[in-house]
């Protein structure tokens, strides 16, 4: 498809599991971002990858958050041993270069529902 | 404190009249403003982008307009249809990127 792709839009586990959830980018972007939205707040940023340099992993809230790019696409956040304050919707974007001094317009995907039980 | 302020944190309007919404920020330095508007249950999608030397910047129904020397910005819509009903995000960069809590438009019949 020509957006930004996510899989699953829904995800419900148990406490204690690890989760993993996958971004396709628009193809020919180089930054990709992941973004967590709880029930009725704003967009919390997470983690941000820009071409072949190391990520911005500065928004993970604990260690037990981890993401990775392969081949500077497909993008992957892992959740391990996840908490019930993980329950939210995670979002990926992608844009054509960084974007945060460029005025460069970020894509969104359709986000995936994290509930913890 | 949240950087980005928006106001209001909700609004309900009747179909066809105008409304406005604020955005205050204290991020410095600055590189650019965007709004967003999100769908209940969507990702956001991008409505402007609007770097230190803009002032206005319009995208259909939607005019956005931003005083970087007040450090405000305000997304103002025209004729508002039931379709505008959405959240609304505005987003400051500069080193990073902060974003506010989101105005909650809904337009009635």
């Known amino acids: 498809g020509a957006g930004v792709s996510q899989s699953p839009s829904n995800k419900v586990t148990e406490k204690g599991k690890d989760v993993e959830l996958r971004c396709d980018p628009i193809s020919g972007h180089t930054a990709l971002y992941w973004y967590r939205q709880s029930l009725g707040q704003g967009l919390e940023f997470l983690i941000y990858?820009?071409?072949?340099?190391?990520?911005?992993k500065s928004g993970l809230p604990s260690d037990r958050f981890s993401a990775e790019r392969t081949g500077g696409s497909v993008s992957t956040l892992t959740i391990q041993r996840t908490q019930q304050e993980d329950s939210a919707v995670y979002l990926c974007?992608?844009?054509?270069?960084?974007?945060?001094?460029?005025?460069?317009?970020?894509?969104f995907g359709p986000g995936t529902r994290l509930t913890v039980l | 404190k949240n950087q980005v302020e928006q106001s209001p944190q909700s609004l309900i309007i009747l179909e066809g009249k105008n409304c406005t919404l604020q955005c205050n920020y204290t991020v410095s330095p600055f590189s650019n403003l965007r709004w967003y508007k999100q769908d209940t249950g969507r990702g956001p999608v991008s409505l402007t982008i609007?770097?230190?030397?803009?002032n206005t910047k319009s995208n259909g129904r939607y005019t956005a307009t931003l005083d970087a020397d007040t450090k405000q910005s305000s997304l103002h819509i025209t004729a508002s249809q039931l379709s505008d009903s959405a959240s609304y995000i505005c987003?400051?960069?500069?080193?990073?990127?902060?974003f506010g809590a989101g105005t909650r438009l809904t337009v009635k019949p």
């Open positions: 990858f820009q071409g072949n340099s190391a990520p911005d």
């Open positions: 974007a992608s844009s054509l270069y960084q974007s945060w001094q460029v005025a460069d317009t970020q894509y």
């Open positions: 987003v400051v960069s500069a080193n990073d990127m902060r």
């Open positions: 609007m770097t230190f030397s803009e």
